[in-house]
């Protein structure tokens, strides 16, 4: 299925169960993640689902929504030659800010509403312009990441612009333009280091993407002992999305239970 076509009819508010689940069954591959996810113990059913249509009522427009999207980056990249240890924490952080995006949106009362369910597709793409730099600037890339053995301390952003001139925003931009995401994901992945310069001031999404990339890096990569990088969360993020530092902890343990729980929801978006 192509990406736009699925993500059409799951935004349009009049498409049932049915509909979605009618150009679900045109795609096999899909159809047989949705129906293993359904059927996985994530969801404990006493009974075999074998209607792509009955899953889709039982787990959900927006988990299929997210399924798709998850899939699609993922199989957008499948067969090219990247490092996989590279490969494997990029898909991991990925997902962990996309869980953690929307669990923060669920999580804390703002002063504006946050989709939640673009929350998880912005944490999801947040960073996916260095995947573009590590399968098409292989060589760059390699400088890059012995810079950072470097330079442990500082951000990917800064020592990609010393290498390469530009950096992971700006190609995920790019990359986001050329898929037609929308423009409040465009400007997620172009200014999730640095919300405030996001030039529509009505558009939360990098304030929350931002804050879940601290988030998922705090809770699952930061380790001072090993030297390892936290970016500072920049001034007022956490207040625009009506939180205080003091919630991190509380959302750290949750993002690991989520994120625990839904590693097969992770396994069936890879095609494990």
């Not at 989709?115 to 260095?130: R, T, V, Y």
């Amino acid at each position: 299925i192509v990406l736009q076509q699925i993500q059409k009819v799951l935004n349009d508010p009049a498409a049932s169960a049915y509909d979605i689940g009618s150009i679900l069954q045109e795609d096999p591959a899909m159809s047989a993640k949705v129906l293993k996810l359904t059927n996985s113990a994530y969801y404990g059913l006493v009974r075999t689902i074998e209607s792509v249509k009955q899953a889709v009522v039982i787990v959900g427009i927006d988990t299929i929504r997210n399924l798709v999207l998850s899939a699609s980056v993922f199989e957008a990249f499948a067969d090219k030659q990247v490092d996989r240890e590279m490969q494997e924490h990029f898909w991991r952080h990925s997902l962990a800010v996309a869980f953690g995006a929307r669990l923060v949106a669920h999580s804390l009362i703002s002063r504006q509403t946050f989709d939640a369910e673009a929350g998880f597709s912005g944490g999801l793409l947040h960073d996916i312009g260095k995947m573009v730099v590590a399968v098409y600037l292989a060589e760059q890339a390699d400088q890059i990441r012995q810079l950072k053995t470097e330079n442990p301390n500082r951000p990917d952003h800064e020592l990609e612009d010393q290498v390469l001139g530009y950096n992971h925003t700006q190609i995920g931009a790019l990359l986001g333009e050329r898929w037609k995401l929308p423009a409040n994901l465009i400007e997620t992945i172009r200014y999730h280091h640095a919300p405030r310069l996001t030039p529509n001031v009505d558009n939360g999404l990098p304030y929350l993407v931002h804050t879940a990339n601290h988030l998922a890096t705090l809770t699952f990569d930061y380790d001072p002992d090993a030297g390892t990088y936290l970016e500072p969360l920049h001034e007022g993020a956490l207040e625009y999305i009506g939180g205080s530092e003091h919630d991190l902890p509380v959302l750290g343990q949750r993002l690991r239970e989520e994120y625990a729980r839904a590693e097969t929801f992770m396994e069936m978006a890879r095609g494990n």
